[in-house]
Structure formats: C-alpha cells, structure tokens
C-alpha cells in the first residue's frame, strides 16, 4: 500500500492501487503530492535524476501550474486532477504534436467515460471540451540534452470537483461535477486518473513508432473544429478541415489553399 501524505482528498488517496489494477506501465512509480509547484517541472526534474518511464506525479494543489504559452494554470485544493507522466524511449522531435494530441484524447475518452452522453471533444491543439466549454488540457515538454531528446513529459489538468469558476472564465469552463446529471455520484478522481493512463499506454507506443495512423479515425470523430470557420493568433482563418498525419491543423482559406497550422492559439469565429 503506497504510503499517502496528509492533504490528499479521499477519492484521490486510491489512485497508485486504481492505476496498479489497470495493469499498465504508465503509473509506475506513483507520487502523491499534497502541494507542488508544477508536475510537470516535478516530473522534467524526475527525468534528470533518472525516474523510470512511466513514473507519474499527481498532485492535490499546483502553486504555478501552467498550460500551453506559460499561461496559469488555475487549481484550488482537492477541485482537479493535475498529473505529469514521465515517457522515456527518446522520441523524435517531430512526435512531440503528435503526442500531444494522443494524449489529449486519451483525456478525452476518460472524460467521457466520467460523463456518459456527454459531447466530448477535443479543440486542437490540447483542449478538452465538454458541449463547448473547456473541461481539461494537456502540455507536453521534452527533456532535451543539447539538441536530443532524451524523454516526454506528459502533463494534464482535468477540472473535476469545481462548482464555481472565476469570473473571467465562468462562461467558457467547466467540470465533470458541473457537467452530471443530477444525483450522478461524486466523480472520483483515482478511476479518471487510471483510464487517462490507461488509454494513454495502449496508444503512445504505436504513435511514437509509426505516428497518428492508429487513432485517426478517433481523433477526427472527436475534432470539435472540423467544418467551422477558425482565425489564429497571425489572422489567417478558413474553414478547419481536420488534421494531418504530423499533427498539424489543416485550413482552408477562402482563396482555395489548404494551409497546415503547425501551432499556436485558435479562435473560433461565430
């Protein structure tokens, strides 16, 4: 039995024998964090001092957590689930959208399992949606030794538990709390956190190996872009038209040319 530390909310004090029962490598070792800065630098550091492949760090509270483009990452005690998963194999750079993406849907189906009948998405490049408003993101970074790669870092952030956003977001957020139907049970952390790593191990293999291939035909079920007018941060827009094999983002600009969007942030035009 993992020893837990004080601070950790029931439903997550379960999650090293959860993700242990689902019998994958991801989730071995696990670290229950009562408080941290970030996973993800908890997990990079991980990697420097030589944790496993697999090694994950959960915590109940981040203090500077951040999402895609330094942006904060809000997380008050015991309302997400805020994970980073250590992936060794010393992928190529060109993978890391790609697992960007795997992982965003490997978010995206245990969301969905938490909310059944729920219209669960994925906004490229790492949103996760629930009938049009975020529920979860994903930031993938690479631990690099001069110009190689030498491991992933996979981080998530799930909102769960919350009932009230702050104002400024309250209209594009919500949770899996918010999300159920009444007199649904609690959501419980511990399970979600097992079918992300879960779904994430039966997958990551095969995209690193041979790229997008093997879930194409998920990710594009679940694109909540797809046919609807986009514009990003540079002001090109057109119609989005799914994504490519790298991951990229493919648009269709009024002149007729189909322009493959490698990152950035994309806004939705009404």
Do not use: Y
């Not at 609690?186 to 997958?203: G, K, M, N, S, Y």
Request: glycine letters at 10%; charged letters at 25%.
């Amino acid at each position: 039995m993992t020893q837990v530390p004080r601070g950790i909310g029931p439903d997550l004090a379960s999650a090293p024998e959860a993700v242990a029962a689902r019998g994958c490598l991801l989730g071995r070792p696990i670290q229950l964090l009562a408080s941290t800065t970030s996973t993800n630098d908890d997990a990079k550091r991980g990697a420097k001092e030589g944790a496993p492949h697999g090694a994950t760090w959960v915590a109940e509270q981040q203090t500077a957590g951040r999402g895609r483009q330094g942006r904060l990452w809000m997380s008050p005690p015991a309302e997400s689930l805020l994970f980073s998963v250590l992936v060794r194999g010393a992928p190529a750079p060109a993978r890391l959208p790609q697992i960007a993406l795997v992982a965003g849907l490997s978010v995206r189906d245990a969301v969905a399992r938490a909310l059944p009948g729920a219209d669960v998405k994925i906004k490229w490049p790492n949103d996760v949606m629930v009938h049009g408003k975020k529920i979860a993101g994903v930031l993938v970074e690479a631990v690099t030794a001069g110009s190689r790669v030498e491991a992933v870092v996979v981080g998530g952030g799930i909102n769960v538990h919350t009932r009230a956003f702050p104002a400024e977001i309250a209209a594009r957020a919500t949770s899996i709390a918010l999300a159920s139907p009444p007199g649904a049970d609690p959501p419980d952390r511990a399970r979600i956190l097992a079918d992300v790593l879960a779904a994430l191990d039966a997958d990551l293999h095969v995209v690193v190996a041979r790229g997008l291939g093997v879930v194409r035909a998920r990710l594009d079920a679940a694109d909540v872009l797809r046919g609807r007018r986009v514009r990003c941060d540079s002001d090109d827009e057109g119609v989005a038209s799914g994504m490519d094999e790298e991951g990229r983002l493919l648009v269709r600009r009024d002149d007729g040319v189909l322009a493959r969007w490698i990152a950035g942030e994309v806004h939705l035009i009404a």
